[in-house]
């Protein structure tokens, strides 16, 4: 079993800065893909930014250049930075974690969710 602890959303002006983590624990081995989504109300989640084992990384068009997406892989966690913040950025965000187990068996993780409210 893995468990995903988001933290780091909130409210912020535009033009603002947030960052978010996303620590993973448990019966875990290896973590593969690292990534964050965002789902705003009446739309379909899609991904923000996604980071490989190598830490290639990759971004939605709407975010470039503003989002920054890490990995600390002795601590098991991803971050975003965001910058530069706009009311469209408003949503849910969540992390998506892909890896090993013990034994080899690949797990694909998801976090609960937290809540980024970009308003003046």
Not at 30 to 46: D, F, H, L, T, V
Not at 78 to 93: C, F, G, H, R, W
Request: some cysteine; aromatic content about 10%.
């Amino acid at each position: 079993q893995v468990q995903l602890v988001e933290s780091g959303g909130g409210l912020v002006q535009p033009g603002g800065s947030l960052r978010l983590s996303c620590a993973a624990s448990g019966s875990i081995v290896s973590i593969n893909a690292m990534g964050w989504y965002r789902q705003a109300p009446g739309k379909q989640r899609e991904l923000v930014a996604g980071i490989s084992s190598g830490s290639r990384t990759n971004y939605a068009d709407s975010v470039k250049g503003r989002f920054t997406i890490s990995r600390d892989n002795v601590k098991n966690t991803v971050y975003l930075q965001m910058n530069s913040l706009k009311p469209e950025d408003t949503a849910v965000y969540y992390c998506n974690i892909e890896g090993l187990g013990p034994g080899g068996w690949k797990f694909d993780y998801w976090g609960q969710g937290t809540q980024v409210t970009v308003s003046s």
